[in-house]
């Protein structure tokens, strides 16, 4: 079993509340009760040992919030973290520095949306059947019961790779999933654009849009019949080559 592992938050929204005046940030490193990629499922209680011996307000305060589980990326001092009926709530203050200020900016255009946990499991059950679900080819679900964790993300992408939860998708399911993508790709691009945020993290996100557009290529022709001329869905066909001028222009200007 790995000492140290990352994942990914399954709320829906687990950014609560941003103030940008006080940087002050809060949300849901993680939830509780729900079935993830993984065949894991966390029970509430799994943090309570790791927060009273390592948590904001205990006597040796070490659980990190950063961006991306990049050691070398502390987005802000934890204030609260606590577990609720949900799952592990957090307050953050977030730093002055570029990357803080760059993070709050993304929050409020809601490109954050996810957040991940690197921890370690002390203690799991596993469990042959889970209310229903057709048994994990892993060998079943698994109860984590105490998790030691180490930090809290926050995502600037997706947790998971993005070919990994569509590629098994079938029909609407999956046009709804190449949306999805699609509307992240304009949000990157509508941010890039009125943003004055730090250009390397215009650069990062320009990235992300370009591998976008490949994954979304892609995933098209998975979709389409064999005697199909078009894509259902096309990506902003220009997008690979706004990367490029469009980070000279941002060079040229500041």
């Known amino acids: ?3 140290y592992l990352f994942k990914t938050n399954t709320l829906v929204a687990s950014i609560k509340d941003a103030d940008a005046t006080k940087g002050i940030v809060t949300g849901y490193f993680a939830s509780f009760n729900n079935v993830d990629s993984d065949g894991d499922i966390i029970r509430k209680g799994a943090f309570v040992k790791s927060i009273m011996e ?35 709530y957090y307050e953050s203050q977030v730093g002055t520095h570029t990357l803080g200020v760059d993070f709050i900016k993304m929050v409020e255009s809601g490109l954050i949306t996810e957040h991940s946990i690197g921890y370690r499991t002390m203690k799991r059950n596993q469990l042959q059947d889970y209310d229903g679900f057709i048994k994990n080819p892993a060998g079943g679900w698994f109860e984590l019961t105490e998790l030691q964790l180490w930090e809290g993300s926050s995502l600037t992408a997706w947790g998971a790779n993005y070919n990994t939860p569509i590629t098994g998708m079938k029909g609407k399911e999956k046009e709804d999933a190449l949306q999805k993508l699609l509307n992240r790709q304009k949000s990157i691009e509508t941010f890039c654009r009125s943003t004055t945020a730090s250009d390397e993290t215009i650069e990062l996100l320009l990235l992300e849009g ?19 001329t078009e894509p259902v869905l096309m990506p902003f066909k220009d997008f690979g080559g706004a990367l ?4 000279k222009s941002l060079k040229t200007t500041n």
Not at 69 to 79: A, D, I, R
């Open 210 to 228: 370009k591998q976008l557009t490949q994954i979304i290529l892609d995933l098209n022709k998975s979709t389409q019949p064999a005697d199909a």
């Open 54 to 88: 390592t948590g904001p307000k205990s006597t040796r305060p070490r659980i990190k919030h950063l961006q991306n589980h990049n050691t070398s990326q502390p987005l802000g001092k934890l204030e609260e973290l606590k577990e609720d009926e949900m799952g592990l």
């Open 244 to 247: 490029s001028s469009f980070t």
């Open 1 to 3: 079993m790995s000492l």
